[in-house]
Each structure stands twice: as structure tokens, then as C-alpha cells.
């Protein structure tokens, strides 16, 4: 700073010249600087593509996975804030099928079924696949450490700290081309630490991983859309609805 932070009037050169010792000007010197250092690494969507676009997609091809992760930390101290510490880890596990389409019309090419009062059941088709199925884990965690001076006073340190656990689940399945279903789910689920210090990962955070957290909020959402095959009936083929 150009001016003492405990005499505001007084310039720092001047406050600098009423100590005895470079030793402890360079002390005053670290107490009253403002100083801030981030350090941050973060690999986001990591994943393997195929070398082939026409392979045939498999339920457990490594494609269908990616993987994210970020740390992040930073430190400040100055005259007033005798550490500030911040510290946050994400890390995400990412997971989507989309198979090609595996539908059949069974009637397509029949000719007993050309009168277009028939039209409904020859373009009758079913598929045995789910057009999309994904799998989302994010893990969050953050520790902050904060304590503060005042005149000689050090406060006990404050920490902020939270972990929680978030799922989503998707699918989505055509399941002939006038029905489609489609579900989705979130769970946000915190994962209890203890308090103080430590920021380890010891053997009661491990456990509650292993139980997916402490559930807080859960919701689901289930969507069928059927259209109706007014399309399909001479004399309603110029309308259309959808339930």
C-alpha cells in the first residue's frame, strides 16, 4: 500500500523510516501487504471418441462415457485478514447412450392392407430400444478458512465448508412414432463432514459416499405423449391432437 493501513494519514515511507531494524521494516512489510495467489486445474468433458463414425454403439462402450474434474484454491492475507484460505474440488462422471434406431414395421410392405382405412395398422411400428438413457454424478466440494487481527487481536479461525453429491437421470424412449415416454430425476444429496480443520477425506465421509449422501431434495418428472392417428382415418386425416 502507499499509505500505513494503521495510520492512514502517513505515508508508508515515512511509517517505514520509525523502525530501528530492516528486519523489522521487512516484518511490517509481510503484515501489511496485500497479497492474493489462485491456483486452478481443471480437465473438463474428458473422453474417448471413436476412430470409426459407422461403428455399431454398444450399452458399455467407453465412448459413452467423460469425466471432469477442477481444483481451485486461493490465499490472501493483508492488514486486516491474517489468512484467508479457500479451497474447492468437482469432479464429474458423465454417462450417455444413443443407440441407432432399432424400429420395425411389421406391416409396412403388406398388400392385404392398402385401403387407407387400414392405414393405421400397416404403418403400426415398435421400437425395442430407449432413444437416449443418461447418468450424471457430480461431487462438490468446497473448505474455506478465515481469520482475522485487529491491534494485536487474532481471531479463532472461521471455516465454511460443504460437500454435496448431485445425481441426474434421463431417458428417453420413442417407443413407436406416435408414443414417446420420457423421465427425469435429480438428486441433491449432502455429504456430511466433520467440523473444523481437517478437510481429509476420512473413514465417515467415505462411508457416506458409499451411501450416496444425505438426501435433501429429490425430484422426478415422468412424461407420455401419445398422438392421436386422426391422421391415419380418411375423414379426419386434416386433423391432429396430441394426449
Do not use: C
Not at 458399455?60 to 490472501?76: H, K, Q
Amino acid at each position: 500500500p502507499n499509505y500505513d493501513p494503521a495510520n492512514p494519514d502517513l505515508r508508508l515511507s515515512a511509517a517505514l523510516r520509525s523502525f530501528n531494524t530492516d528486519e523489522e521494516r521487512e516484518n511490517y512489510l509481510k503484515l501489511i501487504r496485500d497479497q492474493e495467489t489462485r491456483r486452478s486445474l481443471n480437465f473438463i468433458n474428458v473422453r474417448k471418441v471413436k476412430t470409426r463414425p459407422d461403428a455399431p454403439s454398444h450399452l458399455w462402450d467407453i465412448e459413452n462415457f467423460s469425466f471432469s474434474y477442477a481444483y481451485s484454491e486461493a490465499r490472501r492475507q493483508n492488514f486486516t485478514i491474517a489468512e484467508s484460505f479457500q479451497k474447492q474440488y468437482k469432479g464429474s462422471v458423465a454417462y450417455t447412450f444413443t443407440p441407432k434406431a432399432t424400429g420395425v414395421e411389421p406391416f409396412k410392405n403388406s398388400k392385404g392392407l392398402t385401403s387407407p382405412w387400414l392405414k393405421a395398422i400397416k404403418d403400426f411400428n415398435l421400437s425395442f430400444l430407449p432413444s437416449s438413457l443418461g447418468v450424471r454424478f457430480d461431487l462438490d466440494r468446497s473448505f474455506g478458512k478465515n481469520v482475522y487481527r485487529n491491534d494485536g487481536f487474532v481471531s479463532a479461525p472461521n471455516y465454511l465448508k460443504y460437500f454435496s453429491f448431485n445425481r441426474q437421470y434421463n431417458l428417453r424412449w420413442n417407443i413407436s412414432k406416435a408414443l414417446s415416454l420420457e423421465y427425469n430425476a435429480l438428486a441433491y444429496a449432502i455429504i456430511d463432514e466433520p467440523e473444523g480443520e481437517g478437510d481429509s477425506v476420512n473413514t465417515e465421509i467415505k462411508k457416506n459416499l458409499k451411501n450416496f449422501g444425505r438426501m435433501k431434495n429429490f425430484d422426478q418428472r415422468i412424461t407420455l405423449n401419445y398422438a392421436l392417428p386422426l391422421d391415419k382415418i380418411p375423414v379426419t386425416d386434416w386433423l391432429g391432437a396430441d394426449y
